[in-house]
Structures are given as structure tokens and as C-alpha cells.
């Protein structure tokens, strides 16, 4: 049984002018422990995709299953890292944390300690009284990923997770990022514009067409035992074999 399996999405919208395709008869599945991104030309609808898959859009047709059962609605096994970090600038790093905990009346002793080891583990909790405006973009980042790893979800969406921050930190955040969800033996799908990026985070990777969206290509990344790292993988030898393999798919008008 897979962890997720999307089956036969279509999106359409409506408008005056009539019906738009976003997305059409799109199926892939992720396996437990995968980290999957999902690349595409811009506007085919990746972040739309994510939106249906936790609940807040339902599709024209189509289904989404986790562990078998089909997902109707929002679900608490699936968390969602928004582009934007979202944090309340007023809050401290550790109010801005339990938010979510504590809005699903969820905050209990056992939650406390769980954020408590993770702010110590991930190197936050000399900081957890520090407000958002006093931590650089790559901390913010960490902070958003912990609130989201507080609840406790099976199933993580990223969409562009550090595409807000410059090319020195987004290479430095991905590479912890990438640590800290393999580390809580989380599922992961990720939405990304960046090549480089989904190839050095990945186990597979979604190649998704131009509007209406449909799966062009499917690809299987696998380094040896040496690049374990999304930071090392980038020096691997295959890396520029799947680099150029993506980019073809994308720089096609199909």
C-alpha cells in the first residue's frame, strides 16, 4: 500500500469566460519515508495540486488516499509549509509554535516537551523567546517547519519553502530542512521551481506538463552511498545526468 496516492485528478475552473483545465487525469503515489518533488512550467497549477491533496480545494474529479482511505476534507496527518513562513511578527518564536496546537485545543504537557526537544535538537530553544523579526530568513524557516512538525503530521507538503531566501541560505536551509524531516521520518512532497533543488532533496521527482496539467515524466533519484547530503549530492556525477534529463522535459512545448 502506498502513503499517498493521487488518482485521476482533474481540476477545471469556471469563470465568465468559461471552463479552464488546470489539471488532467494526473496519478502518481508516494511510498512512506519518500521525499518527492513536483516540478512544472510556471502556472500549471503545482501549488494548486498541494491545495487539493490537504483538503483546502476539492477537485472537479479524482481522488486522494492516504494509507489506503480517501481523504475528504482537511486531514491532521497531512501538514502543509506555506512559501511564506506566516509568522506572527507580535508572537514569540515559541507562542508562534503552539499556535496551532493550541487553536485544535491540542496543547498538553506532552506536546510542550515534544516542541521543547525539538527546538533543542534543531538548535532554536536559546531562542524561543526571540520574536521573528529578530532571526535571520534560514531561522525563520526552522521555526515555520517545527510549528508544522508540532502537530505531529505523517505527510508534510512543502511549496517553495525557500524560495524567499537568497542562493547562499536557500542551499544552507534546504540541506537542514532536508535533515530535520528525514531525521522525524516524515513523508515529504514539495513543490519547487528549482531543478538543482528537487534533484539534490529527492528519492523521485514529478515532471508536470503546461496547462492542463498531466504527469510528463516520472524519474527514480538514487546517489551512491557517499552523497547523502543534498549539498553533496549537487557534486555527485550523476547529478548533471538528471539535471539535463529534467530540463529537457521542461523546455519542451508539449
Not at 514539495?190 to 515532471?207: P, W
Amino acid at each position: 500500500m502506498h502513503k499517498l496516492e493521487i488518482k485521476d485528478i482533474n481540476m477545471n475552473y469556471h469563470s465568465l469566460k468559461g471552463e479552464t483545465e488546470a489539471i488532467k487525469n494526473l496519478c502518481f503515489y508516494v511510498d512512506e519515508g519518500d521525499f518527492v518533488s513536483i516540478v512544472g512550467p510556471s502556472g500549471c497549477g503545482k501549488s494548486t495540486l498541494l491545495n487539493i491533496i490537504c483538503g483546502l480545494i476539492k477537485p472537479s474529479s479524482g481522488e486522494i488516499y492516504l494509507d489506503g482511505e480517501e481523504i475528504k476534507g482537511i486531514n491532521p496527518k497531512i501538514g502543509y509549509m506555506f512559501q511564506k513562513d506566516h509568522l506572527f511578527e507580535w508572537l514569540t518564536v515559541w507562542d508562534n509554535i503552539r499556535l496551532g496546537l493550541k487553536i485544535k485545543h491540542q496543547y498538553t504537557k506532552e506536546s510542550e516537551v515534544r516542541i521543547k526537544a525539538l527546538l533543542n535538537s534543531y538548535g532554536l530553544y536559546q531562542f524561543r523567546l526571540h520574536h521573528p523579526s529578530e532571526l535571520s530568513g534560514g531561522m525563520r524557516q526552522r521555526v515555520a517547519l517545527i510549528r508544522t512538525l508540532a502537530l505531529n503530521p505523517e505527510v508534510l507538503l512543502l511549496d517553495e519553502p525557500f524560495s524567499a531566501l537568497d542562493y547562499q541560505s536557500r542551499l544552507k536551509v534546504s540541506d537542514e530542512i532536508y535533515e530535520i524531516i528525514k531525521k522525524e521520518g516524515k513523508t515529504a512532497l514539495m513543490v519547487t521551481h528549482d531543478i538543482s533543488e528537487a534533484i539534490s532533496t529527492s528519492s523521485k521527482i514529478i515532471v508536470m506538463s503546461k496547462r492542463p496539467a498531466y504527469l510528463k515524466r516520472e524519474l527514480d533519484i538514487s546517489f551512491d552511498n557517499g552523497f547523502t547530503s543534498p549539498l553533496k549530492r549537487r557534486e555527485a556525477p550523476d547529478f548533471r545526468v538528471y539535471f539535463n534529463t529534467i530540463w529537457k522535459e521542461l523546455d519542451t512545448n508539449e
